[in-house]
């Protein structure tokens, strides 16, 4: 039997590629269901690297043709990065339980290895599944996503500095020699307020899909796998992508309003991920090649504010239109801005305080980032106001760009109305060859 995940050998790609077909086995066999018509559909989608594809199109928000997508479990590259961003999130940190060692965590990566690409391709968690084993067991799974598509689903995995070191200075799993030198907590910004429930953490769970049952489904069972071995820190789920990480989709909209995404690294752009996003075979350390970090924000935007805020203003701040998202210096959404251009009065088109002026590569000697957040509402907060905002997700070469940019970003007139309150960092592994366990050269 094939292993999941693991294109048949005539028709695997290279990792990045868009795939000849997709293999979607669906819970409930679902490309059969939807006929050959569907299924063609969905085949242009299922790349590292979309080619159009009707369903990134029409499903680009979730529902329709979108469920069927299936990506690759295994490959150079853990899927989930430059996966085209799929519209839901479900992230989960954890925290080794005392006593775990070495051993023990590479028995951990092993089943969440196994699990996950069983998951990614729409199969249950494990073999027996929700209903198909004993009646005197509890069930293999969980059950929330049968009858559930793929819907995109992609489970990518990362390791915080407390895997290295813990909080005490101890080293339970013999890594501290391999911990990659720019893996430290990352420095404190000016506005931060970061809370300890919400920031840090040893292991990451990035789960993205087009339904939210799927993602969560995901989250869940690996969290279940965990139990003895590692427990939930903090989660956090997320609706509407903030980014698009691939030329065939449309920008979409943060809460703000504004189309986010515009000036994204997009997987069309090998070179240029090659160059920003992947930690290169000659970078320090070896075991992370192929890989990448990933920093995680929760951002709170206080929108009670910003909704009182004139439209003409609010473009300034950020310093694209709202409508079409052309930089204001003029043009159409994907013309580059012009910093220099000026107005009548002389003063220039694009503040020089707004947000896209200070996080363009222009101004922080060219770094760039893969941004890849979703919006996030957990409710309200005892004055009545929404506890909403961006869960900013970024995938860069080295933490050093990201530093860069927010660091930019303290004179951003923006921060007016965000409050960052979480913060993370994690190296993630290069992609799972059959066979291996995620992370596996970590433990080489
Ligand atoms: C809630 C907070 C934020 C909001 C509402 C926001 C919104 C936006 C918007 C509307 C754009 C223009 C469209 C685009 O090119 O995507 C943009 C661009 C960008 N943002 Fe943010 N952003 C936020 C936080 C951040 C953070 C924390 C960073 C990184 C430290 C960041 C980095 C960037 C970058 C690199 C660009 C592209 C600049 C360019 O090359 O033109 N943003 N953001």
Request: net charge negative.
């Given at each position: 039997m094939t292993e999941p995940g693991v294109p048949a050998e005539a028709e695997r790609v290279e990792p990045g590629r868009a795939e000849p077909e997709s293999r979607g086995v669906s819970r409930r066999g679902l490309l059969g269901l939807l006929g050959a018509g569907a299924a063609g559909a969905a085949a242009g989608f299922a790349g590292g690297a979309a080619t159009a594809g009707v369903a990134l199109t029409a499903g680009a928000h979730g529902?329709?043709?979108?469920?069927a997508s299936v990506f690759p479990f295994y490959g150079a590259h853990q899927a989930g990065i430059t996966t085209p961003a799929q519209d839901r999130l479900h992230f989960a940190v954890f925290d080794p339980d005392p006593g775990l060692d070495r051993e023990g965590l590479i028995g951990l990566l092993s089943d969440w290895t196994a699990a996950a690409a069983r998951l990614s391709q729409g199969l249950e968690v494990a073999e027996g599944g929700a209903v198909g084993g004993s009646d005197y067991a509890p069930p293999a799974?969980?059950?929330?996503?049968?009858?559930?598509?793929?819907?995109?689903l992609t489970i990518t995995f990362g390791f915080g500095p407390e895997v290295f070191?813990?909080?005490?200075?101890?080293d339970p799993f013999g890594l501290a020699a391999r911990r990659p030198p720019e893996l430290v907590a990352l420095p404190r910004f000016q506005g931060d307020a970061l809370e300890p429930a919400r920031t840090g953490g040893a292991l990451c769970i990035q789960a993205c899909a087009d339904d939210p049952q799927v993602a969560v489904h995901a989250i869940r069972n690996l969290s279940r796998i965990a139990f003895g071995r590692a427990t939930l820190r903090w989660s956090q789920l997320g609706f509407g992508r903030t980014s698009s990480t691939s030329t065939a989709q449309a920008t979409p909209r943060n809460l703000f309003g504004f189309k986010d995404g515009t000036a994204n690294i997009k997987a069309e752009e090998p070179g240029v991920a090659d160059e920003h996003v992947w930690v290169q075979p000659g970078d320090e350390p070896a075991w992370l090649a192929g890989g990448s970090y990933l920093v995680a924000r929760r951002i709170r935007m206080v929108i009670e504010n910003w909704d009182r805020v004139q439209l003409g203003e609010q473009e300034q701040l950020v310093g694209r239109s709202k409508g079409e998202g052309a930089p204001l210096s003029g043009g159409t959404e994907f013309t580059e801005p012009d910093f220099e251009a000026a107005g009548p009065t002389g003063a220039p088109l694009i503040d020089p305080a707004s947000h896209v002026r200070l996080a363009h590569p222009s101004v922080n000697g060219g770094a760039r980032l893969l941004r890849r957040g979703y919006n996030f509402v957990d409710g309200n907060d005892a004055l009545g106001r929404l506890d909403a905002g961006l869960f900013f997700l970024s995938f860069q070469r080295s933490p050093e760009q990201f530093v860069r940019v927010q660091t930019s970003l303290a004179a951003d007139g923006l921060n007016e109305y965000l409050k960052h309150v979480g913060s993370a960092i994690f190296a993630v592994p290069g992609g799972v060859a059959v066979g291996e366990f995620v992370g596996q050269r970590l433990f080489d």
């Open positions: 529902g329709g043709a979108a469920g799974d969980t059950g929330e996503a049968l009858g559930l598509p793929a819907s995109g070191e813990t909080a005490d200075g101890g």
